[in-house]
C-alpha cells in the first residue's frame, strides 16, 4: 500500500531550525511531484514549498529564503529544511505527493515554535 510517513517535528526556540523528513513508499516516487503543506490551528491549511519531478522549487512568500525543499530519489525521501523558524511557523506539517494518476497525503508531524 502506498505509505508517506513524516517525521522530524518537534519543538523549537524561534530562530532555530528543523529538518523535516517524508518517506514515501508503494508508488514511483521518481515520477511524484512532492509538496509540503501545514495547518495551524484554526486556519486552512496552506502550501509551503513544492518540488517538481525535475527538481524546480517553489515557496510560499511567509517562507522563502528559509525553508529549503529537497529530495533524494535513491531513498524515496522528500525534505524540508527550516531554519529561522518563527511562532508563526507552528503547525502540522503534511507530506503529499501527486502523480498522473492519483495523489497521496501522510499523516503529519507537529511542528512548534515557541521560548
Known amino acids: 500500500q502506498v505509505q508517506l510517513v513524516e517525521s522530524g517535528g518537534g519543538l523549537v526556540q524561534p530562530g532555530g531550525s528543523l529538518r523535516l523528513s517524508c518517506a514515501a513508499s508503494?508508488?514511483?516516487?521518481?515520477?511524484?511531484?512532492m509538496t509540503w503543506y501545514r495547518q495551524a490551528p484554526g486556519k486552512e491549511r496552506e502550501l509551503v514549498a513544492t518540488?517538481?519531478?525535475?527538481?524546480?522549487?517553489n515557496y510560499a512568500d511567509s517562507v522563502k529564503g528559509r525553508f529549503t525543499i529537497s529530495r533524494d530519489n535513491a531513498k524515496n525521501t522528500v525534505y524540508l529544511q527550516m531554519n529561522s523558524l518563527k511562532p508563526e511557523d507552528t503547525a502540522v506539517y503534511y507530506c503529499?505527493?501527486?502523480?498522473?494518476?492519483?495523489?497521496?497525503w501522510g499523516q503529519g508531524t507537529q511542528v512548534t515554535v515557541s521560548s
Open positions: 503529499n505527493a501527486v502523480t498522473h494518476y492519483s495523489h497521496y
Open positions: 508503494g508508488f514511483t516516487f521518481s515520477s511524484a511531484a
Open positions: 518540488i517538481t519531478i525535475g527538481g524546480s522549487t
